[in-house]
C-alpha cells in the first residue's frame, strides 16, 4: 500500500509529502536515527536532511532510520514502513515489476499477474486450503510435496512423495521414501490416494530403494513423463516404523541420488521405468559432482524438455545449487547445460518450474526453508535474481484463519488448460494440523 501523506510543520519539522510503503524495511546507508511518534514525523525529518533520500519508520519502537540511498537493498518486514520524501517509486519497464506484472510506464505503477502482489509485483499471493477442504492428507501417513497433470478424463491427478510404513519425513525420508498416484475433481482437492506409481524394487537397481521428489509432465504423443529421484544402496530395506523404528539416514544413500524418468499412456500406469538414470552426476570437480535431485521440467511442443535440477559438490556438500540440462525427447538423453549454477543463495533448493506465455518468461520458486526466492529467465538458461527471500510459513486458509508452519519446502504448479499457472503446491511441517505430520499444501493464486 503506497501512502501520499502532508505532514504540517511543528517542533522544527518543516512540511513534507511522503511516498510511503506498508511492510518494507530498506537496508543500509543509515545517516541517523531518532525516537519519533509516527512515520509522518520519520519522514518530514528526511525531508529537512540534505543527503536523507530513503527513510524505515519500526512501528514497535517509534525508531526513525534516516539513508542516503535505497540502493542496500529491501525486504518485507510487517513491523516497518519504508519510503522516500522527494518522489514516489514508479516502474519503467516490466522489470520494475519483477517480471510478475505489467508496467503502465504513464502512470508508473503495476498490474500484477494472478498470484502476485505488491507495489512491484514482489509477493505471491495465495489462499490455502486445510486438510478438512483440500490438499492432500492421507491419514496416518507422511506425504512431502507432489505435482499436479490434467488426465483426458478431466480430473487432477497428484503424484505425491509418501513416507511409508508409518514413518516420519526426517528421519527416514532416505529408505521410505515411495511416489503415490492420488486424484480430484478439483485443483485444490482433496485429493484420494489411488494406487502406488513408484515403488522399491530390486536394491541392484539405481533406484531400488527410494523414488522421491516427483514432477509430471505429458509430452506432445499425450505420454506420460514422471520425473522423480531415486537411490538405492546394499543391505537396506524400507522401515517398518509401526513398530517405533525411527534410525537415521545413511550418508552414501544420500550421495547416491540420481534423476530418473518413467513414462506411461495412462496416469494409472503402468510405469516403465529406465534401467539407468537419466541425469548421473557431474564431472569431479563440477558444482554437482556429489548427487543430483529435485528435478524440474518444462516440455517444450517440439519434445524437448528443458531440465531444472538441484547438485551438490563434493567440494562443499552442505552448498545448495540449481542448474540445467536439456534432452531433445524424452527418448534422448539429457546434457549438462550449466557450467555454473543459478544466481541463488546457497540455501534455497527444490525448484518449481513454469512458463508464463503472456510475461514470455520462465519462473523458477526455490525454498529457503519458511523462505522463498524467485527467479525468472528469457529463455530457461540465463536466469535473473532481483528479489530478496521472503516469508511463506504465515499462511492464510481458505476459511480466512492464518496459519504459521515449521517448514514449507518443494514448491510446484498447477497449470490450467491455457497454460497459466493457477495453483501452489508445496509440503508442510505443521504444528497442529494433520496430527502434525507432514502433508503436501495446495493453495490458490490470487
Same mark, same amino acid.
Not at 559432482?289 to 559438490?313: E, H, M
Given at each position: 500500500?503506497?501512502?501520499?501523506?502532508?505532514?504540517?510543520?511543528?517542533?522544527?519539522?518543516?512540511?513534507?509529502?511522503?511516498?510511503?510503503?506498508?511492510?518494507?524495511?530498506?537496508?543500509?546507508?543509515?545517516?541517523?536515527?531518532?525516537?519519533?511518534? $509516527?512515520?509522518?514525523?520519520?519522514?518530514?525529518?528526511?525531508?529537512?536532511?540534505?543527503?536523507?533520500?530513503?527513510?524505515?519508520?519500526?512501528?514497535?519502537?517509534?525508531?526513525?532510520?534516516?539513508?542516503? $540511498?535505497?540502493?542496500?537493498?529491501?525486504?518485507?518486514?510487517?513491523?516497518?514502513?519504508?519510503?522516500?520524501?522527494?518522489?514516489?517509486?514508479?516502474?519503467?519497464?516490466?522489470?520494475?515489476?519483477?517480471?510478475?506484472?505489467?508496467?503502465?510506464?504513464?502512470?508508473?505503477?503495476?498490474?500484477?499477474?494472478?498470484?502476485?502482489?505488491?507495489?512491484?509485483?514482489?509477493?505471491?499471493?495465495?489462499?490455502?486450503?486445510?486438510?478438512?477442504?483440500?490438499?492432500?492428507?492421507?491419514?496416518?501417513?507422511?506425504?512431502?510435496?507432489?505435482?499436479?497433470?490434467? @488426465?483426458?478424463?478431466?480430473?487432477?491427478?497428484?503424484?505425491?512423495?509418501?513416507?511409508?510404513?508409518?514413518?516420519?519425513?526426517?528421519?527416514?525420508?532416505?529408505?521410505?521414501?515411495?511416489?503415490?498416484?492420488?486424484?480430484?475433481?478439483?485443483?485444490?482437492?482433496?485429493?484420494?490416494?489411488?494406487?502406488?506409481?513408484?515403488?522399491?524394487?530390486?536394491?541392484?537397481?539405481?533406484?531400488?530403494?527410494?523414488?522421491?521428489?516427483?514432477?509430471?509432465?505429458?509430452?506432445?504423443?499425450?505420454?506420460?513423463?514422471?520425473?522423480?529421484?531415486?537411490?538405492?544402496?546394499?543391505?537396506?530395506?524400507?522401515?517398518?516404523?509401526?513398530?517405533?523404528?525411527?534410525?537415521?539416514?545413511?550418508?552414501?544413500?544420500?550421495?547416491?541420488?540420481?534423476?530418473?524418468?518413467?513414462?506411461?499412456?495412462? /496416469?494409472? @500406469?503402468?510405469?516403465?521405468?529406465?534401467?539407468?538414470?537419466?541425469?548421473?552426476? @557431474?564431472?569431479?570437480?563440477?558444482?554437482?559432482?556429489?548427487?543430483?535431485?529435485?528435478?524440474?521440467?518444462?516440455?517444450?511442443?517440439?519434445?524437448?524438455?528443458?531440465?531444472?535440477?538441484?547438485?551438490?559438490?563434493?567440494?562443499?556438500?552442505?552448498?545448495?545449487?540449481?542448474?540445467?540440462?536439456?534432452?531433445?525427447?524424452?527418448?534422448?538423453?539429457?546434457?549438462?547445460?550449466?557450467?555454473?549454477?543459478?544466481?541463488?543463495?546457497?540455501?534455497?533448493?527444490?525448484?518449481?518450474?513454469?512458463?508464463?506465455?503472456?510475461? $514470455?518468461?520462465?519462473?523458477?520458486?526455490?525454498?529457503?526453508?519458511?523462505?522463498?526466492?524467485?527467479?525468472?529467465?528469457?529463455?530457461?538458461?540465463?536466469?535473473?535474481?532481483?528479489?530478496?527471500?521472503?516469508?511463506?510459513?504465515?499462511?492464510?486458509?481458505?476459511?480466512?484463519? $492464518?496459519?504459521?508452519?515449521?517448514?514449507?519446502?518443494? /514448491?510446484?504448479?498447477?497449470?490450467?488448460?491455457? @497454460?497459466?499457472?493457477?495453483?501452489?503446491?508445496?509440503?508442510?511441517?505443521?504444528?497442529?494440523?494433520?496430527?502434525?505430520?507432514?502433508?503436501?499444501?495446495?493453495?490458490?493464486?490470487?
Amino acid at each position: 500500500v503506497v501512502c501520499v501523506c502532508v505532514v504540517l510543520g511543528g517542533d522544527g519539522l518543516v512540511d513534507a509529502q511522503c511516498y510511503m510503503t506498508e511492510g518494507l524495511r530498506v537496508d543500509g546507508n543509515d545517516v541517523g536515527n531518532f525516537t519519533f511518534n $509516527s512515520q509522518q514525523e520519520c519522514c518530514a525529518a528526511c525531508n529537512s536532511l540534505r543527503e536523507c533520500e530513503f527513510f524505515t519508520f519500526v512501528k514497535s519502537k517509534n525508531l526513525c532510520w534516516l539513508k542516503s $540511498s535505497g540502493d542496500g537493498g529491501h525486504h518485507h518486514d510487517p513491523d516497518c514502513i519504508s519510503g522516500s520524501s522527494s518522489t514516489p517509486w514508479g516502474c519503467t519497464n516490466n522489470e520494475d515489476c519483477s517480471m510478475n506484472g505489467i508496467c503502465n510506464a504513464t502512470t508508473g505503477q503495476c498490474s500484477c499477474r494472478l498470484g502476485f502482489k505488491g507495489d512491484q509485483c514482489e509477493y505471491l499471493s495465495d489462499i490455502s486450503f486445510g486438510c478438512e477442504v483440500g490438499s492432500s492428507c492421507i491419514a496416518n501417513v507422511s506425504t512431502w510435496g507432489g505435482a499436479v497433470v490434467i @488426465g483426458d478424463d478431466g480430473k487432477y491427478h497428484m503424484f505425491v512423495n509418501i513416507i511409508s510404513n508409518g514413518c516420519h519425513l526426517w528421519a527416514d525420508w532416505t529408505t521410505n521414501s515411495i511416489i503415490g498416484h492420488s486424484v480430484s475433481d478439483k485443483p485444490q482437492g482433496p485429493y484420494v490416494l489411488s494406487d502406488i506409481a513408484l515403488g522399491p524394487r530390486d536394491v541392484s537397481y539405481w533406484d531400488g530403494l527410494t523414488q522421491t521428489n516427483p514432477d509430471i509432465k505429458r509430452a506432445s504423443d499425450g505420454t506420460y513423463l514422471l520425473f522423480y529421484t531415486g537411490m538405492s544402496v546394499a543391505n537396506e530395506t524400507h522401515k517398518n516404523c509401526t513398530r517405533g523404528s525411527q534410525d537415521g539416514s545413511l550418508p552414501q544413500l544420500v550421495l547416491n541420488q540420481r534423476i530418473g524418468l518413467a513414462t506411461a499412456k495412462s /496416469p494409472y @500406469g503402468p510405469w516403465t521405468r529406465s534401467d539407468t538414470p537419466v541425469l548421473d552426476v @557431474g564431472p569431479s570437480g563440477a558444482w554437482d559432482d556429489a548427487f543430483v535431485t529435485n528435478p524440474a521440467p518444462y516440455v517444450f511442443q517440439n519434445g524437448t524438455i528443458l531440465l531444472v535440477y538441484k547438485g551438490r559438490s563434493l567440494e562443499d556438500e552442505s552448498a545448495m545449487n540449481e542448474g540445467v540440462a536439456i534432452a531433445s525427447s524424452y527418448n534422448s538423453s539429457f546434457v549438462r547445460h550449466s557450467k555454473t549454477p543459478f544466481p541463488a543463495a546457497t540455501n534455497c533448493e527444490d525448484a518449481g518450474l513454469y512458463y508464463d506465455r503472456e510475461m $514470455s518468461v520462465f519462473r523458477v520458486f526455490l525454498h529457503c526453508n519458511c523462505n522463498y526466492q524467485e527467479l525468472w529467465s528469457p529463455d530457461g538458461i540465463n536466469w535473473n535474481n532481483h528479489t530478496p527471500q521472503r516469508d511463506w510459513c504465515n499462511v492464510t486458509m481458505s476459511d480466512g484463519s $492464518s496459519r504459521i508452519f515449521k517448514q514449507r519446502q518443494r /514448491p510446484k504448479f498447477i497449470l490450467n488448460e491455457e @497454460g497459466q499457472a493457477t495453483h501452489l503446491i508445496t509440503s508442510i511441517e505443521p504444528t497442529k494440523m494433520h496430527n502434525g505430520r507432514t502433508f503436501t499444501l495446495v493453495s490458490e493464486l490470487t
